[in-house]
């Protein structure tokens, strides 16, 4: 049996987030509400929305698992009925669990693009190791283009990099089909890869036109809904990024990680990773272990480390020796 759950509404543009009462009204949200941000979100939007819905707002200000605990404390003490998370990765994730615990449902708006994480029904919790956690599709997502176009252009790269990287994740998705009879999706799949493909196709036209890429992601959320699982979404190239989470944290973004780990993955599935490569310059994106702020060792352990992360079949299969990573990194000029 397959329980796929999906965003009912999904507003993009400029000026999207004026719409918000209206769309509420639409999904007959009712009752009381909480607009959760950080300081900087809450100026660029989250006061915007808590006044447009007359909402109680909590600024999100600690460590992730302290603000879980703060947003959950606030559900309960005033009764709230959805929660409203305005922001980027952080914000939005804190909002999907507090949501998820308290079975209410969640509103997606996003300030920025640098991730797929903003739409998908996965949320990814920083304690002393980040893990990943199903939760509920937000009810609505309403992504204004005008706010996420502000954000530093820095989180659109890293968007553009985590959009590409869905391609080595759904050739991974293949693989484990066709070598380990595992479960695959179709039309995750497709969807998924398409997100990837049109990105590739228009990263010349992105900065100028946000919503390529919003849309990119938000699909990318769906696929995952859709698949019930982040696998169309994340490969080898996910584990790659996680293990340099572990092994150098703080170094740089998820996105950037991750599309350097798809300029490797690429590589070892014999596909054009030039061109991959060739997209992330384009756009911005790091493409090598200088780019991400990393030394050489942190790459090499990485791609050693990353078939450890979860239990997913990849490219990487049993994983690479010493020789493998160092020469794979050096072959695609990661290193
Ligand atoms: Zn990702």
């Given at each position: 049996?397959k329980?796929?759950e999906?965003?009912?509404?999904?507003?993009?543009?400029?000026?999207?987030?004026?719409?918000?009462?209206?769309?509420?009204?639409?999904?007959?949200?009712?009752?009381?509400?909480?607009?959760?941000?950080?300081?900087?979100?809450?100026?660029?939007?989250?006061?915007?929305?808590?006044?447009?819905?007359?909402?109680?707002?909590?600024?999100l200000?600690?460590?992730?698992?302290?603000?879980?605990?703060?947003?959950?404390?606030?559900?309960?003490?005033?009764?709230?009925?959805?929660?409203?998370?305005?922001?980027?990765?952080?914000?939005?994730?804190?909002?999907?669990?507090?949501?998820f615990?308290?079975?209410?449902?969640?509103?997606?708006?996003?300030?920025?693009?640098?991730?797929?994480?903003?739409?998908?029904?996965?949320?990814?919790?920083?304690?002393?190791?980040?893990?990943?956690?199903?939760?509920?599709?937000?009810?609505a997502?309403?992504?204004?283009?005008?706010?996420?176009?502000?954000?530093?252009?820095?989180?659109?790269?890293?968007?553009?990099?985590?959009?590409?990287?869905?391609?080595?994740?759904?050739?991974d998705?293949?693989l484990?089909?066709?070598?380990?009879n595992?479960?695959?999706?179709?039309?995750?799949?497709?969807?998924?890869?398409?997100?990837a493909?049109?990105?590739?196709?228009?990263?010349?036209?992105i900065?100028?036109?946000?919503?390529i890429?919003?849309?990119?992601?938000?699909?990318?959320?769906?696929?995952?809904?859709?698949?019930?699982?982040?696998?169309p979404?994340?490969?080898?190239?996910?584990?790659?990024?996680?293990?340099?989470d572990?092994?150098c944290?703080?170094?740089?973004?998820?996105?950037?990680?991750?599309?350097?780990?798809?300029?490797?993955?690429?590589?070892?599935?014999?596909?054009?990773?030039?061109?991959?490569?060739?997209?992330l310059?384009?756009?911005?994106?790091?493409?090598?272990?200088?780019?991400?702020?990393?030394?050489?060792?942190?790459?090499?352990?990485?791609?050693?480390?990353?078939?450890?992360?979860?239990?997913?079949?990849t490219?990487?299969?049993?994983?690479?020796?010493?020789?493998?990573?160092?020469d794979?990194?050096?072959k695609?000029?990661?290193?």
């Open positions: 049996m329980d796929i999906l965003p009912m509404r999904v507003i993009v543009g400029d000026k999207a987030i004026d719409k918000t009462s209206l769309l509420f009204s639409e999904l007959g949200l009712m009752g009381h509400s909480l607009v959760l941000s950080d300081k900087n979100t809450y100026r660029a939007a989250g006061e915007k929305v808590s006044r447009l819905i007359e909402s109680s707002s909590l600024i200000d600690k460590p992730m698992g302290e603000s879980i605990e703060s947003a959950c404390a606030k559900i309960k003490e005033n009764n709230v009925d959805y929660v409203v998370g305005v922001g980027g990765g952080y914000v939005i994730d804190i909002a999907k669990v507090a949501a615990r308290a079975r209410i449902p969640y509103i997606s708006i996003p300030t920025s693009a640098a991730h797929d994480g903003i739409t998908s029904p996965q949320a990814s919790i920083q304690g002393e190791r980040k893990v990943s956690v199903r939760v509920h599709s937000p009810l997502i309403i992504a204004d283009t005008e706010i996420i176009r502000m954000a530093p252009t820095r989180l659109l790269s890293a968007g553009c990099a985590d959009a590409v990287s869905n391609y080595t994740a759904v050739l998705w293949e484990a089909r066709d070598e380990i595992e479960y695959f999706g179709d039309y995750a799949a497709s969807l998924s890869m398409m997100s493909k049109i990105v590739m196709e228009k990263i010349d036209c900065r100028d036109d946000v919503s890429l919003m849309e990119a992601l938000i699909s990318s959320g769906v696929a995952m809904g859709i698949a019930g699982s982040s696998r979404c994340s490969g080898a190239e996910h584990q790659f990024s996680h293990a340099i572990m092994i944290p703080d170094s740089s973004l998820h996105g950037e990680q991750c599309g350097v780990g798809t300029i490797l993955m690429a590589y070892l599935h014999g596909i054009d990773w030039v061109k991959i490569k060739k997209v310059e384009t756009i911005g994106a790091p493409t090598t272990a200088k780019d991400l702020g990393v030394d050489d060792k942190c790459i090499i352990k990485a791609l050693m480390e990353a078939h450890r992360i979860r239990d997913r079949y490219i990487l299969r049993d994983g690479l020796s010493r020789e493998q990573a160092v794979l990194a050096k695609t000029l990661v290193i």
